[in-house]
């Protein structure tokens, strides 16, 4: 049996500055302790295979990497829109199955979409590419999958703070370079808590 490799990243919220990521403005955002984690082995072939719980699996065949747009709003356009960028900068991807978990529920505000491209960013920049990249360009690359590949028009804010972990600032004034401060700060000690509401809605069909 092949090594197995295990990856994880986090979900997030924001603190303060909603939506000002997608206006250059500044935010304050925090990881949370829910995650998705994968359990990951390399497979030998050409194909990226993700099996997550709860959903079908997805198949990706890292000789065909261009736009699809059959796969938009799918998972499988986030897979192949963040290996597409790796491999433009010349990351020498391979075939790998990945067993995915998370206990960062979809349309629950807490960036599921982010905390997934994050991970799949992490798994390409870790096997493949020697972790050249740095958080804040992981988080660039799983924006631009989701952006290009998958259809949503969103910021950077998301993406961000489950690669940089922990709670943050960014400055949002050039998109291209944000500047990203880690904050210490313990809320239970302030005795503050962040309490998560099922409010029943989300946003999946408000994109236009």
């Given at each position: 049996m092949g090594q197995i490799f295990q990856f994880s990243a986090p979900g997030r919220t924001e603190i303060s500055g909603n939506h000002t990521d997608h206006?250059?403005?500044?935010?304050?955002?925090?990881a949370v302790n829910l995650?998705?984690?994968?359990?990951?082995k390399l497979n030998g072939t050409n194909v990226i295979r993700v099996f997550s719980q709860g959903y079908a699996p997805v198949e990706i065949?890292?000789?065909a990497l261009f736009i699809r747009e059959e796969e938009k709003n799918s998972t499988a356009a986030l897979i192949r829109g963040v290996a597409a960028a790796f491999a433009r900068r010349g990351a020498e991807l391979r075939?790998?199955?990945?067993?995915?978990?998370?206990?960062?529920?979809?349309?629950?505000?807490?960036?599921?979409?982010?905390a997934f491209e994050v991970l799949i960013g992490t798994i390409l920049n870790e096997l493949f590419f020697d972790k050249k990249l740095s958080a804040v360009e992981i988080a660039q690359i799983g924006q631009y999958a989701e952006n290009v590949y998958f259809g949503k028009p969103c910021g950077l804010?998301?993406?961000?703070?489950?690669?940089?972990?922990?709670?943050?600032?960014?400055?949002?004034?050039?998109?291209a370079a944000p500047v990203v401060e880690k904050l210490e700060f313990d809320f239970g000690k302030a005795d503050h808590a962040l309490c998560i509401i099922d409010s029943g809605a989300d946003h999946a069909n408000l994109t236009h």
């Open positions: 206006q250059h403005g500044c935010v304050l955002a925090a995650e998705t984690v994968a359990d990951v065949d890292l000789g075939g790998f199955d990945a067993d995915v978990r998370s206990t960062v529920l979809p349309g629950s505000g807490l960036s599921s979409s982010a804010m998301d993406q961000t703070a489950s690669s940089v972990g922990g709670m943050v600032f960014i400055d949002f004034a050039d998109p």
